[in-house]
């Protein structure tokens, strides 16, 4: 039973992950559960990839990390710009983390199936996520840093919103960089998201016309 769970994991590990990315996107997020709902996004990653020995301790060395910090912040009311940091700084590494884990799984792989569907998804949804906790790090460290956002819990989502905007490059103007580390921020963000949809595209494109050819020869 444990090998057939681990071997249908392994086969479906991006889709599992791009379900826990939806979730923490799409999920709502009273604010005594938004805290630990990015913590789910971590499990995930220790259950899809524990076949990499050391992407899992990574990953988990970081799920350790995050929970003292949560468990610090919620039950001991111990809430500082600090705490907030370093809990950002762990969310980004980890979505870079998985983002080229993703990225290499792309490059490498010869069939273009639903599961390598599902893993450009999740690289493209971890950018975003990337660039919410790195706009939500700079708003906490030089606040209004961005116009339009709210307050509280509505601040979090706006930045969210405004991080998945900019790299959809839609640009509807409700939520706007003010300061120069903001506006270069939303620059670099704007141009890795540019940068991996070009690119990652163009590979996936090829890869299936090659499995076209193949399947005609």
Same mark, same amino acid.
Request: with cysteine; net charge positive.
């Given at each position: 039973?444990?090998?057939?769970?681990?071997?249908?994991?392994?086969?479906?590990?991006?889709?599992?992950?791009?379900?826990?990315?939806?979730?923490?996107?799409?999920?709502?997020?009273?604010?005594?559960?938004? $805290?630990?709902? $990015?913590?789910?996004?971590?499990?995930?990653?220790?259950?899809?990839?524990?076949?990499?020995?050391?992407?899992?301790?990574?990953?988990?060395?970081?799920?350790?990390?995050?929970?003292?910090?949560?468990?610090?912040?919620?039950?001991?009311?111990?809430?500082?710009?600090?705490?907030?940091?370093?809990?950002?700084?762990?969310?980004?590494?980890?979505?870079?983390?998985?983002?080229?884990?993703?990225?290499?799984?792309?490059?490498?792989?010869?069939?273009?199936? $639903?599961?390598?569907?599902?893993?450009?998804?999740?690289?493209?949804?971890?950018?975003?996520?990337?660039?919410?906790?790195?706009?939500?790090?700079?708003?906490?460290?030089? $606040?209004?840093?961005?116009?339009?956002?709210?307050?509280?819990?509505?601040?979090?989502?706006?930045?969210?919103?405004?991080?998945?905007?900019?790299?959809?490059?839609?640009?509807?103007?409700?939520?706007?960089?003010?300061?120069?580390?903001?506006?270069?921020?939303?620059?670099?963000?704007?141009?890795?998201?540019?940068?991996?949809?070009?690119?990652?595209?163009?590979?996936?494109?090829?890869?299936?016309?090659?499995?076209?050819?193949?399947?005609?020869?």
């Amino acid at each position: 039973m444990l090998t057939k769970s681990r071997k249908y994991i392994e086969k479906r590990k991006h889709e599992i992950l791009l379900l826990s990315l939806l979730i923490l996107m799409f999920g709502i997020r009273p604010t005594f559960i938004s $805290p630990f709902l $990015p913590i789910q996004i971590m499990i995930v990653g220790v259950i899809v990839f524990n076949n990499r020995k050391f992407l899992l301790y990574f990953i988990a060395v970081l799920l350790i990390l995050t929970i003292v910090l949560n468990i610090c912040s919620q039950v001991f009311y111990f809430k500082d710009i600090n705490t907030h940091s370093l809990l950002g700084i762990a969310f980004i590494i980890y979505f870079i983390t998985l983002t080229f884990e993703v990225f290499r799984r792309i490059l490498y792989v010869d069939q273009v199936s $639903p599961e390598i569907i599902s893993a450009v998804l999740c690289g493209f949804i971890m950018l975003c996520f990337i660039g919410w906790f790195l706009f939500d790090m700079i708003e906490t460290y030089t $606040p209004r840093s961005f116009s339009g956002l709210g307050e509280g819990e509505t601040k979090v989502n706006n930045l969210l919103y405004f991080s998945i905007t900019n790299q959809l490059t839609l640009g509807f103007g409700d939520i706007l960089p003010t300061t120069l580390l903001a506006k270069k921020a939303v620059m670099f963000m704007g141009f890795v998201g540019h940068f991996y949809t070009v690119f990652v595209t163009g590979i996936i494109i090829g890869k299936y016309i090659n499995q076209i050819e193949n399947k005609i020869k």
